[in-house]
T-cell receptor
Framework: AQTIHQWPVAEIKAVGSPLSLGCTIK??????LYWYWQATGGTLQQLFY??????VESVVQLNLSASRPKDDQFILSTEKLLLSHSGFYLC???????????FGPGTRLTVL | GDSVTQKQGQVTLSEDDFLFINCTYS??????LFWYVQYPGQGPQLLLK?????NKGISRGFEATYDKGTTSFHLQKASVQESDSAVYFC????????????FGIGTRVLVRP
């Protein structure tokens, strides 16, 4: 069975500080990987997707970047946090294009 | 661009009531459509997936039918339970690469015992 793990579970950071969030998928080879952001009480906004190691496509610009250093790992980062970065960050995986996406447990980020 | 519209922000029901959540979409192609359910503090879970090939999805007592004529994908359940209280999102994939999942604003369903 496939498992998806996100770290950390929650983070409180200061405005202007750097950030790195991680996601690991186990039990599935070469999945498509995705990052989403969700404001409290809001909808999900897709940020990035990757269909292979080393290749990441940006969907929306939010002063964030993403990388896929390994087949099973997806990293979301920024060098300088903004207040507007607060929210719930979700990683997801999919088998193929047009396939359903399966979400991880999420990371709650609070920027003060 | 592609979009999904959920008009109901919140629906309040009693147990055994009928649930209906409205969802319409706008796209220049024939999308693949999804319903996701999200419980507090968790990531969304896939509830249903429907394509132009199968037109109807059924899962856990929920069903949704893909209507190309009215560009709708409404979610229904005949008899809700308190455990169905959650936020329900309609979503679609319609871009040529098949990777951009666009979500509606979500409908919060509260089922009172």
């Amino acid at each position: 069975a496939q498992t998806i793990h996100q770290w950390p579970v929650a983070e409180i950071k200061a405005v202007g500080s750097p950030l790195s969030l991680g996601c690991t998928i186990k039990g599935k080879s070469s999945p498509n990987l995705y990052w989403y952001w969700q404001a409290t009480g809001g909808t999900l906004q897709q940020l990035f997707y990757s269909i292979t190691v080393g290749q990441v496509e940006s969907v929306v610009q939010l002063n964030l970047s993403a990388s896929r250093p390994k087949d099973d790992q997806f990293i979301l980062s920024t060098e300088k946090l903004l207040l507007s970065h607060s929210g719930f960050y979700l990683c997801a995986w999919g088998l193929d294009n047009y396939a359903e996406q399966f979400f991880g447990p999420g990371t709650r980020l609070t920027v003060l | 661009g592609d979009s999904v519209t959920q008009k109901q922000g919140q629906v309040t029901l009693s147990e055994d009531d009928f649930l209906f959540i409205n969802c319409t979409y706008s796209t220049t192609t024939y999308p693949t459509l999804f319903w996701y359910v999200q419980y507090p503090g968790q990531g969304p879970q896939l509830l249903l997936k429907v394509t132009t090939a199968n037109n109807k999805g059924i899962s856990r007592g929920f069903e949704a039918t893909y209507d190309k004529g009215t560009t709708s994908f409404h979610l229904q359940k005949a008899s809700v339970q308190e455990s169905d209280s959650a936020v329900y999102f309609c979503a679609l994939v319609a871009d040529s690469a098949g990777n951009k999942l666009t979500f509606g604003i979500g409908t919060r369903v509260l089922v009172r015992p």
